[in-house]
């Protein structure tokens, strides 16, 4: 069973940044970040392969970095210019096997979650 452990959630002002990491068990072909904020449903942010392609949402780009490690199967995501409509659990997520997505019913791992909280 692959193990994924986050964390770099906080609070912050908007404006502000924030760095995500999660580290995974396991090999993973895809690694990304979903969120999910209270009454909505999970939601791709961004997606990269180990050969560095990258998906991200709309509302994220230019905004947010997605990164990884592969040596270490960490994978980052910075979040700058933060608005209080990016406040959300964020969570972790790998494909050992498949592509990269931003459907969050065709991901198997998940991590725990870490908040993210941005007032504005």
């Known amino acids: 069973q692959v193990q994924l452990v986050e964390s770099g959630g906080g609070s912050v002002q908007a404006g502000g940044s924030l760095r995500l990491s999660c580290t995974a068990s396991g090999y993973s072909k895809c690694m990304g970040w979903f969120r999910q904020a209270p009454g909505t449903e999970r939601e791709g942010v961004a997606t990269?392969?180990?050969?560095?392609?990258?998906l991200y949402a709309d509302s994220v780009k230019g905004r947010f970095t997605i990164s990884r490690d592969n040596a270490a199967n960490t994978v980052y995501l910075q979040m700058n210019s933060l608005k209080p409509e990016d406040t959300a659990m964020y969570y972790c997520?790998?494909?050992?096997?498949?592509?990269?997505?931003?459907?969050?019913?065709?991901?198997?791992?998940w991590g725990q979650g870490t908040q993210v909280t941005v007032s504005s």
């Open positions: 990269m392969t180990r050969g560095g392609n990258t």
């Open positions: 997520a790998i494909r050992q096997g498949l592509g990269c997505t931003l459907v969050a019913r065709w991901i198997k791992y």
